[in-house]
């Protein structure tokens, strides 16, 4: 296929914009509640004796940056406690299915997700009340799962994490573009260390900033002449940081091209596999140094 420079942008233009938003989601609210305070906005215990819970709760917590979960435990361990520490429930077995159905919107478990958390909506804080239907759709005699909702502001701590690829290379006929995408609410903060293929490590750039809700685009080997670092093959770590809980979706895109009549046009690309470790908490002297003391 030929293509030109402006069609192979388009379709990267569109393509990270698909896979983003697929991971936009995840990255920002994920499966397990970001580190914060916690708020109990209602909490439900449900045995297949009992059939259906059917409650409505008010909204407590509202505010730009509080995310709402819902977080199931199907069963417990036999020698756990009771929910309520003293007195409460015995431990039951785990149901085979689990549904709950949170102002009118339907969450199914499977008995093998022995702990889950979604993200969920709730109403705003005194308008109306929140409704909740939560029951064993599959089970038998014996089974119970118990559920909260949430209330989470996050706290704020920076956090941060680093992407890594093991290995690219530069050339003339060779890009390799990085994609990345910061899907919360506050800017990322990123610089890009570049190591040889002997494992040294041959530079790394400025501070680049990305926006909230913003995807950033870079050629690594174009950036890597922007910054005076000499690099033609090796690992490639992204490490980034963020003044409130955040995350960070990278992509890495390789492209060959070959020469057909004087231009440059793509042959064929494939995708590189980064292996991403955070989000985690950063220590101010960890934040200033990818940052530059950079908060906006």
Request: charged share 20%; proline share 7%.
């Amino acid at each position: 296929m030929n293509w030109s420079k402006n069609k192979f942008f388009a379709m990267l233009a569109a393509t990270a914009c698909l896979s983003f938003g697929s991971l936009a989601q995840a990255g920002d609210d994920g499966n397990e509640p970001p580190p914060g305070n916690e708020t109990v906005e209602y909490r439900g215990d449900v045995t297949f004796e009992g059939g259906t819970l059917n409650d409505t709760f008010p909204t407590t917590v509202e505010g730009d940056n509080v995310r709402y979960m819902l977080v199931v435990k199907n069963g417990c361990q036999p020698d756990e406690p009771p929910p309520d520490g003293t007195g409460g429930p015995t431990c039951p077995h785990p149901a085979d299915e689990i549904t709950v159905v949170l102002n009118g919107k339907t969450f199914k478990f499977q008995r093998e997700l022995r702990r889950e958390g979604v993200p969920v909506a709730l109403n705003p804080v005194g308008g109306d009340a929140n409704t909740v239907d939560a029951f064993i759709s599959a089970g038998k005699i014996g089974d119970g799962f118990r559920f909260v909702v949430l209330a989470i502001e996050p706290s704020d701590t920076a956090v941060g994490g680093v992407d890594v690829l093991a290995y690219a290379f530069a050339g003339e006929q060779n890009d390799n573009f990085l994609s990345m995408h910061n899907p919360g609410r506050t800017p990322i903060f990123y610089r890009v260390l570049y190591f040889n293929k002997d494992g040294s490590v041959a530079g790394r750039t400025t501070v680049l900033r990305i926006p909230p809700k913003a995807t950033d685009i870079q050629e690594i080997g174009q950036l890597a002449g922007i910054n005076n670092i000499a690099w033609t093959d090796g690992a490639i770590h992204i490490k980034w940081a963020s003044p409130r809980w955040n995350s960070l979706v990278t992509k890495m895109i390789e492209v060959n091209r070959v020469f057909i009549n004087g231009e440059r046009v793509v042959r064929n690309g494939r995708e590189l596999e980064l292996e991403s470790f955070g989000p985690r908490p950063l220590n101010p002297v960890e934040y200033d140094d990818v940052s530059g003391g950079q908060t906006k």
